[in-house]
């Protein structure tokens, strides 16, 4: 019984340690290597909760940067993203890329009445 009072605060504390969230592959921030055109997403920054991903982004437009939104998914190395951004109107891009630690490679197609498509690569800063 004499144990019991000590080992209470050392449980206590142990429990303090442990890690309040967890680290996930795709977190973080994504910088692009080489533009191809103004739609392409410059900066990510992305936050995995298992296999969804949710985030932000910024492009470039006309005279100042677009703000994007970004969802998707994981599955293994495979990385879906949407990208939506308005820019004077709605405009929407999927990005299907391999993911391995510090690089997303893949390829952009925006659905602008064009459909233009992109190779884009990542790189996590």
């Not at 142990?14 to 392409?40: F, K």
């Not at 998707?72 to 308005?86: E, I, Q």
């Not at 993911?99 to 498509?117: C, I, M, P, Q, R």
Request: hydrophobic share 35%; aromatic share 6%.
């Amino acid at each position: 019984m004499r144990y019991l009072p000590a080992i209470v605060p050392c449980a206590a504390l142990l429990g303090c340690t442990a890690p309040l969230a967890t680290h996930e592959p795709l977190d973080g921030v994504w910088t692009l290597e080489s533009a191809q055109s103004p739609l392409d997403p410059r900066t990510l920054k992305l936050t995995q909760h298992g296999t969804t991903i949710d985030g932000s982004g910024d492009a470039m437009g006309v005279d100042a940067p677009l703000r994007l939104s970004v969802r998707g998914s994981t599955t293994g190395s495979r990385v879906v993203l949407t990208f939506r951004f308005t820019n004077g109107s709605e405009l929407v891009g999927e990005y299907t890329a391999a993911v391995d630690s510090d690089h997303l490679v893949g390829v952009a197609v925006f659905h602008n009445g064009t459909d233009l498509s992109h190779s884009l690569t990542y790189t996590r800063n």
